[in-house]
């Protein structure tokens, strides 16, 4: 059993001091947020993550799993500290370390015993080894560390499993001592035959960004071939998944439509292209993925503006959400697709079944709707979205019943289009071709 302070918890913080008590360690979880803590210690869950709630409520339970906001108490007894604070996206495109640095100089101010501190924020090149040094600067007397990299690797949504049943386990670290107590926090992924793979602090620190990074370029890369594919009669859905089946590239993130949002793609591709300009390094291809990829929600409102009849002034939006099982609306493309559609002076009715109160405090003028056919009543137009699996099988019937006019823009290319056409609808996707004339 491995004593472990957590310092934040967010969604990373959160997630990952649950699923270390539930390995059996000793975690204090910390947070300035007093009435998150609070929230905590009763068992509520800050945001929707699948089966978060109970996690949590299981290790407090077993006394395994304890909140506070006070760093002193969870340092007290700590041979381990992962900073899990947020690193958010500045103007500039760099990743804000305004949090990590901060928790670093208050970690000096208050550790009175040897501590790892390992870094689970995703974070810049050379940012362990300066935050090193923002440590020791602090410290009223020297007390000794080692730096560690342990970079996460969860998605919203399947965060639990991720953490669970990991693809891989990174751990950058320079010192021995380091690497093997961050190593048997981990213990438990060995029966499973994880990948544990050790390495340089800088080495860790741009796994994550490169991973991230990788992905995106493979989203908007099929994204790409779907606008060709559209202008040349292709069919997008076949081309990825005779990709897909070559091994060497694989099936996953090959789904053409509106591209990648969320807390992580947008916010690390951007950081990754910082980090090369910053090392002299032009990072084109993660430039061309970025642009590409904002594009997307510009094309989805073309074809949402040709589906609607003349008059038509009413648009129901099916999913806000970046994707499905999550409350998150960081990066959605729902949010400048929104914005593209009120700006033209329509009427947008949004149904979700759990990101509708984030998204309404961004856009208070859209109308909330309990259900996609409450979103539809009256409706010139639905787009959807988000693919939900509540909304992978809708009621055409009953959908297209209460609207003003059947048309269906689907930006995740889930229905069949020949089916939407039988049953009324003026029909638009992406990268799939229309029906030949006969």
């Given at each position: 059993?491995?004593?472990?302070?957590?310092?934040?918890?967010?969604?990373?913080g959160l997630v990952s001091g649950a699923c270390m008590a539930d390995f059996g360690h000793e975690v204090w979880c910390v947070d300035v947020n007093a009435q998150r803590i609070d929230g905590?210690?009763?068992?509520?869950?800050?945001?929707?993550?699948?089966?978060?709630?109970?996690?949590?409520?299981?290790?407090?339970?077993?006394?395994?799993?304890?909140?506070?906001?006070?760093?002193?108490?969870?340092?007290?007894?700590?041979?381990?500290?992962?900073?899990?604070?947020?690193?958010?996206?500045?103007?500039?495109?760099?990743?804000?370390?305004?949090?990590?640095?901060?928790?670093?100089?208050?970690?000096?101010?208050?550790?009175?015993?040897?501590?790892?501190?390992?870094?689970?924020?995703?974070?810049?090149?050379?940012?362990?080894?300066?935050?090193?040094?923002?440590?020791?600067?602090?410290?009223?007397?020297?007390?000794?560390?080692?730096?560690?990299?342990?970079?996460?690797?969860?998605?919203?949504?399947?965060?639990?499993?991720?953490?669970?049943?990991?693809?891989?386990?990174?751990?950058?670290?320079?010192?021995?001592?380091?690497?093997?107590?961050?190593?048997?926090?981990?213990?438990?992924?060995?029966?499973?035959?994880?990948?544990?793979?050790?390495?340089?602090?800088?080495?860790?620190?741009?796994?994550?960004?490169?991973?991230?990074?990788?992905?995106?370029?493979?989203?908007?890369?099929?994204?790409?071939?779907?606008?060709?594919?559209?202008?040349?009669?292709?069919?997008?859905?076949?081309?990825?998944?005779?990709?897909?089946?070559?091994?060497?590239?694989?099936?996953?993130?090959?789904?053409?439509?509106?591209?990648?949002?969320?807390?992580?793609?947008?916010?690390?591709?951007?950081?990754?292209?910082?980090?090369?300009?910053?090392?002299?390094?032009?990072?084109?291809?993660?430039?061309?993925?970025?642009?590409?990829?904002?594009?997307?929600?510009?094309?989805?409102?073309?074809?949402?503006?040709?589906?609607?009849?003349?008059?038509?002034?009413?648009?129901?939006?099916?999913?806000?959400?970046?994707?499905?099982?999550?409350?998150?609306?960081?990066?959605?493309?729902?949010?400048?697709?929104?914005?593209?559609?009120?700006?033209?002076?329509?009427?947008?009715?949004?149904?979700?079944?759990?990101?509708?109160?984030?998204?309404?405090?961004?856009?208070?003028?859209?109308v909330p709707a309990a259900s996609p056919y409450e979103a539809a009543l009256g409706a010139h137009l639905c787009i959807l979205v988000t693919e939900w699996n509540e909304y992978r099988q809708?009621?055409?019937?009953?959908?297209?019943?209460?609207?003003?006019?059947?048309?269906?823009?689907?930006?995740?290319?889930?229905?069949?289009?020949?089916?939407?056409?039988?049953?009324?609808?003026?029909?638009?996707?992406?990268?799939?071709?229309?029906?030949?004339?006969?």
């Open positions: 059993m491995i004593r472990i302070c957590m310092v934040g918890t967010g969604y990373v905590l210690r009763r068992g509520v869950i800050p945001f929707y993550e699948p089966g978060l709630d109970t996690l949590v409520l299981k290790n407090t339970g077993a006394d395994r799993l304890k909140f506070t906001t006070s760093l002193a108490e969870g340092l007290a007894a700590a041979e381990v500290v992962f900073i899990a604070v947020q690193t958010p996206q500045s103007e500039s495109g760099e990743a804000d370390l305004s949090y990590v640095l901060q928790v670093g100089r208050e970690i000096g101010q208050a550790m009175t015993g040897p501590k790892v501190i390992v870094t689970k924020s995703t974070v810049p090149v050379g940012t362990a080894r300066h935050l090193e040094q923002i440590i020791r600067e602090a410290q009223p007397r020297p007390v000794p560390f080692d730096m560690a990299s342990n970079p996460e690797f969860l998605r919203e949504g399947s965060s639990i499993e991720d953490f669970m049943r990991p693809d891989r386990v990174v751990i950058g670290a320079d010192s021995e001592n380091a690497a093997s107590l961050v190593k048997e926090i981990y213990r438990p992924l060995y029966l499973l035959d994880t990948p544990i793979l050790t390495c340089g602090i800088e080495t860790a620190e741009l796994i994550k960004y490169a991973s991230n990074s990788y992905l995106a370029v493979k989203i908007s890369f099929i994204n790409e071939v779907a606008a060709l594919a559209e202008r040349v009669g292709g069919d997008v859905s076949a081309i990825a998944k005779a990709m897909g089946h070559d091994r060497r590239i694989g099936p996953k993130f090959l789904h053409a439509g509106l591209g990648f949002g969320g807390s992580c793609l947008p916010k690390d591709t951007h950081a990754l292209v910082h980090i090369g300009q910053q090392a002299g390094v032009d990072m084109a291809i993660v430039r061309a993925a970025i642009a590409r990829n904002e594009l997307l929600p510009r094309a989805a409102f073309a074809k949402a503006a040709a589906l609607l009849p003349a008059g038509g002034d009413t648009v129901a939006l099916l999913g806000c959400a970046f994707k499905p099982n999550t409350d998150d609306v960081r990066a959605a493309a729902s949010r400048p697709l929104t914005r593209l559609l009120l700006d033209a002076g329509l009427k947008v009715r949004v149904a979700d079944p759990v990101a509708l109160p984030m998204f309404r405090e961004l856009f208070p003028e859209t809708l009621d055409l019937a009953r959908l297209g019943g209460v609207m003003a006019h059947r048309a269906f823009l689907d930006c995740r290319n889930v229905y069949d289009r020949q089916r939407m056409l039988s049953q009324g609808f003026a029909y638009d996707c992406f990268g799939r071709p229309a029906p030949r004339p006969a």
